[in-house]
């Protein structure tokens, strides 16, 4: 790899698709909210393309998109438009799809990444608005003859094309571009942008080209892959096909190549050197339309914190180390976590609180989390109630140790900690007399460590420490036990 | 009386209908036997939907029977079969939607319900209203009611005849290029397209989706102001209809047209007619004259000479995407005996199209290829504006422009049908509205004798966008001092 990055440079663009979380479809009434949905029952003259039907423009979807693109630092043209595009294929119910061609709702932006500690900026050519085509699902029947089944729930679902400048160098680089995108799609929450349910799709052209050389080598356009480690693998996979295919002195096929997971490979769907010509050209049943300057400077100031803005209030304000910050704006439901559980706190204790609380969410709360598949937002553990359980641990009442038992109960049964606390008895042993025979016990019965203290093994107490703990299920302070030990042995 | 009734005029019944002096039902019943007594030879009705007819002149009987009514409560309405009727079949007059019955109404049928209308049925026209003469009909030709042997116009021919042959007592059409007014010129009817945008294509069969528009075919001028009445108006499934404010068009009927300033268009005017069209035209001037307006001839519109060109290069683009959606997959016609779908796709226009649709097809889709897009929709596009600044600057000067609205009399079944440039030229004075998205109308204005045939001629009254209004106040003021419109084809 380290002869490929001197000899040949990586040139990636990337197209990504998002379904935008409008109630209806972009050119109708119907609900656009299909994913449960049986087969063809979110349908209509206009999505069906009957003869005589017309589109209209869903608003709240041009104002998703402009908002996309005022997220993405593109500018807002005052003049924008449609364009049929002209392809045939079952699924496409007109027999073109309504997208934007030369006058696209957003261009020119730009959005960053952190590159191993540095800040690498990828630029968004356009982003512009469609419709979704309907889903075809390839059979077989009985006698292994093939047939497709047509669900035109989503013919019309209002999609969101972003394409991004051939900046992208490696598969690292698409992952987190990628990411970043679902990530800044999600708190303006625009869109699902879930990559295995399709309602967010990435399409990344990977090219190689000899360092110094200008023009672009063929491009290979990548589908296919349904999560962010496939992005980065598929990209990885490509360039080094690429480079052995270069190095051996064959060309590259201008195509597109499906990624399959399972075998960490590419393979040819079809070749591109046919290029199709979609005939674009202004749709006549839609006016162009004008995007004042009002309207996008309202919605320039309605936009919400973006994860830059967020990340970097987490280090400033709370404290935070940028790797905490990170993960814990990783999206908005998070964020809002975290500021809920600290929100009525000020200073210092702020400072500790909202770090305690990245513990915990980093560390217990995570890994409940991630075992039942669940975010945070599907948790039964509320912000008061973590807080409830920061406060417990301040004042004594439970030990950290108790409190991780006490958590795991919250995680499982969603009941406030004090309830759990209370119901247990796990109320922290804090008198000295309360812990005396659990202390001889323990002395009584660890003859070996007792003897390497005494020896002046200092690792030793901490072991009978333990113990002790152990006995007390978690309920003793641990400073004290080290206390009491201590004078015991000594 | 009962024997005359499908004669009458929309408002003439109208009024009949509010006194009770006839029925809806009679009224109904009258036309339907009109149809069945001449459609055989006419072939103006693709369909006629006589049941349903019956049963919604009832229910008008009965709201005229509790004072109540709109517009057009209880009169019978024949429609172009490009416009879309919930559980009445829409063929376009192709193979491709023969069994197409559509699951809505359109806009315009939808106002028509709403103003009390009876639908009578759906008429013949060129298949997706693609030629001049109903001859590119998949089903039949339609016969032109003055002289059988003749084409009745088109694309709107079989509405055009219906209503010259009292098969119906008003009308809708459409017009892409001329297809209302040629036709209702050709067979001495009314006929008006209003101002692109003016009415709702919702539910109108795509053609060219930026020239398309509805508008009335009449009997007289004040079918055409009230038919306009019941249309008009924006439509929010449709995003070029236009939000303003529409008038009463029969206000515009006042039979004043002292000082109106009508210019005489060179170019709807060639030097090159014959003498006996030209006669209509000069007649009709002398008579607007006297009726108070000031004429001024020589106006010249120099890029109609562009505008045939210019028009068979954006129609056919959007005619070439509007098509596409006829794959035999969800509807209509579907061909199985190829080997795989793509096959049976090609098989589907291969024998669900006729070969006027298919050459349009292809002229669009050559056009917008890339490699032609600027040389000739881009160029097209650049005509265009020049078309409609030309006419912006003319009617700075004028309140009506005034032309031919074809430069023949209706001509033989088949004449025209091996040359389609030939054909073509019949809409070419047409086309420039449709182009400029501007209002005109073919009114009845006389007849030419050929052949010992007596063959209608309109004239053709162009005004500027969305003033209908002075057209049907020129038109209705004509029609007051002559008696064309009162002529009735033989049988």
Known sequence: MTQTAKKYEVVIGIEVHAQLLTKSKMFCSCSKDYYDSEPNTHVCPVCLGMPGVMPVINQQAVEYTVMTGLALNCDIPERAKFDRKNYPYPDLMKGYQISQYDLPLCKDGWLEVDLDGETKRIGVTRVHLEEDTARSTHKAGEGGEGYSLIDVNRSGVPLMEIVSEPDVRSGKEARLYVTKLQQILRYLGVSNANLDEGNMRCEPNVSLRPVGQEAFGSKVELKNLASFKAVENAVQFEIERQTKLLEAGEPVAWETRGWRDDEGITVRQRGKELAEDYRYFPEPDLPPLTISRAYVEDLRSKLPELPDAARARFTNNYGLTPYEANLLTATRARSKFLEEVVAEDAGEKMLARAKATSHWMLGDFARLLNASNLEIEGSKVRPADLRALILLIEEGTISNTGAKHVFEQMFESGKAPGDIVAEEGLTQISAADELGGIIEKVIASNEKPVADYKSGKEEALKFLVGQVMRGTRGRAKPDLVHELLKEQLS | ??????????????????????????????????????????????????????????????????GGGGLLTGVPVSVKDNMCTKGIRTTCGSRMLETFVPPYDGHVISRLRDAGAVLIGKTNMDEFAMGSSVEHSAFKPTHNPWALDRVPGGSSGGSAAAIAADEAIIALGSDTGGSIRQPASLCGVVGLKPTYGRVSRYGLVAFGSSLDQIGPITKDVRDCALMLNVISGHDERDATSVEMDVPDFTEALTGDIKGLRVGVVDEYLPDDLDAGVRGVAEAALAELESLGASIERGVSLPNTKYALACYYIIAPSEASANLARYDGVKYGYSYQDGDSMWANMDGTRQHGFGDEVKRRIMLGTYTLSTGYYDAYYLKALKVRTLIRQEFDEAFERFDVLFGLVSPTPAFRLGEKTDDPFEMYLSDVFTLPTNIAGIPGMSLPAGFVEQDGQLLPVGIQLLAKPFDEASILRTAYAYEQATSWHTERPPG
Not at chain 2, 9 to 25: I, P, Q, Y
Not at chain 2, 34 to 45: H, K, S
């Open chain 2, 1 to 66: 009386m009962a024997d005359e009734l499908h004669r009458l005029t929309a408002h003439e019944a109208r009024k009949l209908l509010s006194n009770r002096e006839v029925s809806s039902v009679e009224l109904t019943q009258a036309v339907l036997d009109r149809i069945a007594a001449v459609d055989d030879r006419l072939g103006a009705y693709l369909t006629v939907s006589d049941e349903l007819a019956l049963a919604q002149a009832a229910d008008a009987d009965t709201s005229l029977s509790n």
